[in-house]
């Protein structure tokens, strides 16, 4: 089965922590997104990467770092500097030049203790 | 003024009532239209995908697009109650750019 998968579903941290939440796809897309998902917020985009080893911030950057090592995983690492990581996070992929194959993973919710 | 303005709701009706639901949007780049459908704690689905003007159908679902006035809609006929969840419309300038989402109307379909 194609798909995205993010591990784990439910994360518990420490405040003061980094934490690094994996996303893993076998679509072979080589684009590749983060949101974050707040009540009444909508999805507000964190990194994109539209190919390896390359990557961009979007809008709300601060406080996180990704890499782009593999075609197929785009982990995302929540610093101990993101002032406010609880959260549900979303991983996505898509063909670059095809938006309407933007397809989202289950998702990860970050809560920081 | 946020790009894309959604009603978050909530929106509850009988089982099969016709639902209709908008977003505005003020970015006039914005070529490309999406809806995702989101069950509570899950990842979002894509629903539909329109390019500029215009209407497309599946189903039981209908979009709409009307770029003179900058405002989707997605109509569900015949609601069902496994049709309760949250619905993101979601749009881009270009196609393959990352996508500009509203914040999602709850519905609420009851039997």
């Known amino acids: 089965d194609g798909g995205i998968t993010q591990s784990p579903k439910y994360l518990f941290r420490k405040e003061g922590q980094n934490v690094t939440l994996s996303c893993e796809q076998n679509l072979n897309h080589d684009a590749m997104y983060w949101y974050r998902q707040d009540p009444g917020q909508g999805l507000r985009l964190i990194y994109y990467s539209q190919i390896v080893n390359d990557f961009q911030k979007g809008d709300i950057a601060e406080g996180y770092s990704v890499s782009r090592e593999k075609k197929e995983s785009f982990p995302l690492t929540v610093t101990s500097a993101q002032k406010n990581p609880t959260a549900f996070y979303l991983c996505?992929?898509?063909?670059?030049?095809?938006?309407?194959?933007?397809?989202f993973g289950p998702g990860t919710r970050l809560t920081v203790l | 003024q946020k790009e894309v303005e959604q009603d978050p709701g909530p929106l509850s009706v009988p089982e099969g009532a016709i639902v209709s639901l908008n977003c505005t949007y003020s970015?006039?780049?914005?070529?490309?239209f999406m809806w995702y459908r989101q069950y509570s704690r899950k990842g979002p689905e894509l629903l539909m995908y329109?390019?500029?003007?215009g209407n497309k159908e599946d189903g039981r679902f209908t979009a709409q697009v009307d770029k003179s006035s900058k405002y989707i809609s997605l109509f569900i006929r015949d609601s069902q109650p496994s049709d309760s969840a949250t619905y993101l419309c979601a749009m881009s300038p270009n196609s393959g750019y990352a996508l500009n989402f509203g914040k999602g109307t709850s519905l609420l379909v009851t039997p």
């Open positions: 329109t390019y500029s003007s």
């Open positions: 970015n006039s780049a914005f070529q490309y």
């Open positions: 996505a992929s898509s063909i670059p030049d095809r938006t309407d194959t933007q397809y």
